[in-house]
């Protein structure tokens, strides 16, 4: 009776600490490291966001995984989903990248306006979505070795700061 109440206790102990885990990153092959490390304009980095809304069909991601976000913004965004999940509703109620819900984008472009080599950038995109023509603006740092979205706004409203509020 006791080996079988030990093998139980260490396969609860086994179970409890899977779930306690922490999810796995991909790691990006060397390859698609060395890529990213070599887009030198911002806006480039910027113009990718927008591939998967211009497919018919295409998976968009989650905002989590949308953009390379910086790593103050990637804490901003788990604290944000978190007391999301806690309040039972959504902090965050439309897709930053496109300033809606819903979507039919086309002329999506993104240009780089302002750029400090190594330190930070700001690109504007601007597309049609549905007839009407929007802009979204991005801020970037330099961080680990690519360049990563550190804001997101527009003149209605600034994400870092629905994030924090």
């Given amino acids: 009776m006791r080996r079988r109440d030990l093998m139980l206790s260490l396969s609860a102990a086994a179970v409890l600490a899977a779930c306690q885990r922490e999810p796995e990153t991909v790691e990006a092959s060397p ?8 887009i030198p304009d911002p806006a480039s980095v910027v113009q990718r966001f927008y591939d998967p809304y211009l497919v ?22 788990q604290a944000m989903f978190a ?3 806690a309040q039972g509703e959504p902090i965050l109620d439309f897709d930053p990248i496109i300033d809606a819900q819903d979507y039919q984008l086309s002329d999506v472009r993104a ?10 950038a700001s690109v504007r995109a601007s597309f049609t979505n549905a007839g009407q023509h929007e802009e979204v603006l991005y ?26 509020s």
């Fill in 31 to 38: 390859e698609e490291a060395d890529a990213a490390r070599a």
């Fill in 56 to 77: 018919a069909d295409g998976q968009i991601p989650p905002l989590a995984e949308a953009v390379p976000w910086s790593a103050q913004m990637s804490a901003d965004l």
């Fill in 83 to 85: 007391r999301s999940q």
């Fill in 111 to 120: 240009a780089t306006e302002a750029i400090v080599e190594g330190s930070h």
């Fill in 139 to 164: 801020d970037l740092v330099w961080q680990d070795d690519r360049w990563k979205v550190d804001n997101v706004r527009t003149a209605e409203w600034d994400l870092r700061t629905i994030l924090r």
